[in-house]
Protein backbone atom coordinates (compact mmCIF):
# COMPACT_ATOMS: atom_id res chain seq x y z
CA UNK A 1 0.00 0.00 0.00
CA UNK A 2 1.60 3.20 -0.88
CA UNK A 3 1.81 6.36 1.98
CA UNK A 4 -0.11 8.64 -0.15
CA UNK A 5 -3.46 7.60 -2.35
CA UNK A 6 -4.69 9.75 -5.25
CA UNK A 7 -7.17 9.23 -7.65
CA UNK A 8 -5.15 9.73 -11.35
CA UNK A 9 -8.15 11.08 -13.05
CA UNK A 10 -8.07 12.40 -15.77
CA UNK A 11 -10.80 14.69 -14.08
CA UNK A 12 -13.12 17.12 -16.91
CA UNK A 13 -15.19 19.34 -15.61
CA UNK A 14 -17.25 22.86 -17.86
CA UNK A 15 -15.35 26.52 -16.66
CA UNK A 16 -16.62 27.56 -13.92
CA UNK A 17 -17.66 24.51 -11.97
CA UNK A 18 -16.31 23.58 -8.55
CA UNK A 19 -13.80 20.97 -8.98
CA UNK A 20 -12.76 19.07 -5.79
CA UNK A 21 -9.03 17.03 -5.81
CA UNK A 22 -8.34 14.70 -2.70
CA UNK A 23 -5.46 12.48 -1.28
CA UNK A 24 -5.90 9.38 1.33
CA UNK A 25 -3.00 8.67 3.65
CA UNK A 26 -2.15 5.76 5.73
CA UNK A 27 1.65 8.14 7.88
CA UNK A 28 -0.05 9.10 11.02
CA UNK A 29 3.43 11.50 11.72
CA UNK A 30 2.32 13.94 8.92
CA UNK A 31 1.66 16.98 9.51
CA UNK A 32 2.92 19.36 6.53
CA UNK A 33 0.28 19.03 4.07
CA UNK A 34 1.19 21.00 0.47
CA UNK A 35 -1.06 21.14 -2.77
CA UNK A 36 1.49 21.22 -6.10
CA UNK A 37 -0.20 22.37 -9.52
CA UNK A 38 2.13 20.94 -12.35
CA UNK A 39 1.89 21.90 -16.08
CA UNK A 40 3.00 20.01 -19.14
CA UNK A 41 6.41 20.04 -19.35
CA UNK A 42 6.65 21.92 -16.26
CA UNK A 43 8.11 21.60 -12.67
CA UNK A 44 5.19 21.71 -9.78
CA UNK A 45 4.42 25.14 -8.40
CA UNK A 46 3.34 25.30 -4.80
CA UNK A 47 -0.61 26.63 -4.03
CA UNK A 48 -1.60 25.97 -0.66
CA UNK A 49 0.81 24.75 2.32
CA UNK A 50 -0.72 23.74 5.59
CA UNK A 51 0.13 22.87 8.68
CA UNK A 52 -2.12 19.79 10.78
CA UNK A 53 -5.44 20.12 10.59
CA UNK A 54 -8.21 22.60 9.55
CA UNK A 55 -9.13 24.81 6.53
CA UNK A 56 -7.10 27.28 4.40
CA UNK A 57 -8.18 29.83 2.14
CA UNK A 58 -6.51 31.73 -1.44
CA UNK A 59 -8.34 33.38 -3.92
CA UNK A 60 -10.59 30.40 -5.73
CA UNK A 61 -8.32 27.92 -3.93
CA UNK A 62 -9.30 26.26 -0.45
CA UNK A 63 -7.27 23.32 1.31
CA UNK A 64 -8.65 21.38 4.12
CA UNK A 65 -6.81 18.82 6.03
CA UNK A 66 -8.68 16.50 8.17
CA UNK A 67 -6.09 13.92 10.24
CA UNK A 68 -8.82 12.09 11.98
CA UNK A 69 -9.70 10.54 8.52
CA UNK A 70 -6.15 10.84 7.29
CA UNK A 71 -7.55 12.88 4.42
CA UNK A 72 -6.99 15.98 2.60
CA UNK A 73 -8.59 18.28 -0.26
CA UNK A 74 -8.14 20.74 -2.43
CA UNK A 75 -11.07 22.89 -3.93
CA UNK A 76 -10.94 24.78 -6.94
CA UNK A 77 -13.85 27.58 -7.07
CA UNK A 78 -15.09 29.45 -10.46
CA UNK A 79 -12.92 27.05 -12.67
CA UNK A 80 -11.01 28.24 -15.56
CA UNK A 81 -8.92 26.33 -18.44
CA UNK A 82 -5.80 28.10 -17.09
CA UNK A 83 -6.55 25.51 -13.85
CA UNK A 84 -5.92 22.20 -16.54
CA UNK A 85 -3.34 20.73 -15.04
CA UNK A 86 -1.81 18.00 -12.84
CA UNK A 87 -2.59 18.43 -9.40
CA UNK A 88 -0.12 16.85 -6.91
CA UNK A 89 -0.81 16.76 -3.28
CA UNK A 90 2.26 16.20 -0.97
CA UNK A 91 2.91 15.85 2.68
CA UNK A 92 6.00 15.14 4.95
CA UNK A 93 6.11 14.80 8.76
CA UNK A 94 7.21 17.35 11.03
CA UNK A 95 10.66 15.87 12.69
CA UNK A 96 13.43 13.67 11.06
CA UNK A 97 15.89 16.13 10.06
CA UNK A 98 15.47 16.27 6.76
CA UNK A 99 13.00 17.54 4.26
CA UNK A 100 11.66 14.11 2.76
CA UNK A 101 8.66 15.04 1.21
CA UNK A 102 5.84 12.61 -0.29
CA UNK A 103 3.63 13.06 -2.99
CA UNK A 104 0.86 11.54 -4.95
CA UNK A 105 0.36 10.85 -8.06
CA UNK A 106 -1.13 13.92 -9.65
CA UNK A 107 -4.61 13.91 -10.51
CA UNK A 108 -4.74 15.47 -14.20
CA UNK A 109 -7.76 17.90 -14.37
CA UNK A 110 -9.15 19.46 -17.40
CA UNK A 111 -11.59 22.55 -17.08
CA UNK A 112 -13.99 22.77 -20.87
CA UNK A 113 -14.28 25.85 -22.19
CA UNK B 1 13.80 36.87 -6.68
CA UNK B 2 15.32 34.60 -9.01
CA UNK B 3 13.56 30.86 -9.35
CA UNK B 4 15.34 27.56 -9.70
CA UNK B 5 16.87 26.88 -12.17
CA UNK B 6 18.12 23.64 -14.06
CA UNK B 7 20.06 22.76 -16.93
CA UNK B 8 19.73 21.26 -19.08
CA UNK B 9 16.43 20.79 -19.91
CA UNK B 10 16.80 17.53 -21.82
CA UNK B 11 19.49 14.92 -22.64
CA UNK B 12 19.20 11.32 -24.23
CA UNK B 13 21.85 8.74 -22.80
CA UNK B 14 23.11 5.61 -23.45
CA UNK B 15 22.71 2.56 -21.05
CA UNK B 16 25.81 2.31 -18.65
CA UNK B 17 26.54 5.74 -19.44
CA UNK B 18 27.00 8.48 -16.65
CA UNK B 19 25.35 11.90 -16.58
CA UNK B 20 25.68 15.02 -14.79
CA UNK B 21 22.99 17.65 -13.88
CA UNK B 22 22.93 21.08 -12.42
CA UNK B 23 20.57 23.22 -9.94
CA UNK B 24 20.82 26.84 -8.91
CA UNK B 25 18.63 27.25 -5.91
CA UNK B 26 16.28 30.00 -5.34
CA UNK B 27 17.85 33.15 -4.10
CA UNK B 28 18.49 32.59 0.00
CA UNK B 29 17.99 29.17 -0.17
CA UNK B 30 20.38 27.09 1.51
CA UNK B 31 18.67 23.57 1.24
CA UNK B 32 18.40 21.47 -1.93
CA UNK B 33 16.31 18.28 -2.46
CA UNK B 34 16.72 16.22 -5.73
CA UNK B 35 13.47 14.31 -6.80
CA UNK B 36 12.66 11.78 -9.67
CA UNK B 37 9.29 11.75 -11.65
CA UNK B 38 8.25 8.84 -14.10
CA UNK B 39 5.85 9.83 -16.58
CA UNK B 40 2.69 9.60 -14.78
CA UNK B 41 4.33 9.74 -11.28
CA UNK B 42 4.80 11.70 -8.35
CA UNK B 43 7.71 13.22 -7.27
CA UNK B 44 10.35 10.37 -5.46
CA UNK B 45 12.57 12.08 -3.28
CA UNK B 46 16.59 10.84 -4.39
CA UNK B 47 18.26 12.81 -1.68
CA UNK B 48 19.00 16.36 0.24
CA UNK B 49 22.01 18.36 1.03
CA UNK B 50 22.74 20.74 3.23
CA UNK B 51 25.58 22.98 4.13
CA UNK B 52 27.37 20.76 1.19
CA UNK B 53 26.40 17.34 3.16
CA UNK B 54 24.13 14.93 2.15
CA UNK B 55 21.72 14.69 5.32
CA UNK B 56 18.77 12.81 4.30
CA UNK B 57 18.21 10.27 1.15
CA UNK B 58 15.26 8.04 -0.50
CA UNK B 59 15.60 4.60 -1.73
CA UNK B 60 17.93 5.04 -4.49
CA UNK B 61 21.22 3.24 -4.70
CA UNK B 62 24.28 4.73 -4.20
CA UNK B 63 25.24 5.32 -7.83
CA UNK B 64 22.80 8.34 -7.24
CA UNK B 65 25.41 10.93 -5.92
CA UNK B 66 25.74 14.39 -5.45
CA UNK B 67 27.62 17.83 -4.90
CA UNK B 68 25.88 20.57 -3.26
CA UNK B 69 28.75 24.53 -3.28
CA UNK B 70 29.32 26.98 -1.40
CA UNK B 71 26.97 29.24 -2.90
CA UNK B 72 23.81 26.54 -2.47
CA UNK B 73 24.22 25.16 -6.34
CA UNK B 74 24.00 21.64 -6.57
CA UNK B 75 24.49 18.62 -8.93
CA UNK B 76 22.89 15.06 -9.85
CA UNK B 77 25.27 12.35 -10.89
CA UNK B 78 24.05 9.09 -11.77
CA UNK B 79 26.50 6.38 -13.02
CA UNK B 80 25.95 3.28 -14.81
CA UNK B 81 22.85 4.32 -16.62
CA UNK B 82 19.88 2.16 -16.74
CA UNK B 83 17.03 1.91 -18.80
CA UNK B 84 14.49 2.85 -15.67
CA UNK B 85 16.22 6.29 -14.85
CA UNK B 86 14.85 7.66 -18.12
CA UNK B 87 12.76 10.67 -16.20
CA UNK B 88 12.46 13.95 -14.74
CA UNK B 89 14.79 14.98 -12.44
CA UNK B 90 13.77 17.84 -10.28
CA UNK B 91 15.66 19.99 -7.98
CA UNK B 92 13.74 21.47 -5.33
CA UNK B 93 15.76 24.11 -2.87
CA UNK B 94 14.21 25.04 0.19
CA UNK B 95 15.07 26.81 3.61
CA UNK B 96 16.38 25.15 6.53
CA UNK B 97 13.64 23.89 8.87
CA UNK B 98 10.71 21.49 8.59
CA UNK B 99 8.26 24.71 8.10
CA UNK B 100 10.10 25.79 5.01
CA UNK B 101 8.74 24.23 2.12
CA UNK B 102 9.70 23.21 -1.54
CA UNK B 103 9.92 25.60 -4.81
CA UNK B 104 11.21 23.32 -7.61
CA UNK B 105 12.74 23.95 -11.01
CA UNK B 106 11.50 23.05 -14.22
CA UNK B 107 13.21 19.68 -14.24
CA UNK B 108 15.82 17.80 -16.82
CA UNK B 109 14.30 15.54 -18.74
CA UNK B 110 16.56 12.47 -19.12
CA UNK B 111 16.26 9.57 -22.08
CA UNK B 112 18.06 6.39 -21.45
CA UNK B 113 18.11 4.32 -24.21
Known amino acids: QKEVEQDPGPLSVPEGAIVSLNCTYSNSAFQYFMWYRQYSRKGPELLMYTYSSGNKEDGRFTAQVDKSSKYISLFIRDSQPSDSATYLC?????????????FGTGTKLQVIP | ETGVTQSPTHLIKTRGQQVTLRCSSQ?????VSWYQQALGQGPQFIFQ???????GRGNFPPRFSGLQFPNYSSELNVNALELDDSALYLC????????????FGNGTRLTVT
Open chain 2, 27 to 31: SGHNT
Open chain 2, 92 to 103: ASSLEGQSSPLH
Open chain 2, 49 to 55: YYREEEN
Open chain 1, 90 to 102: AMRPASGGYQKVT
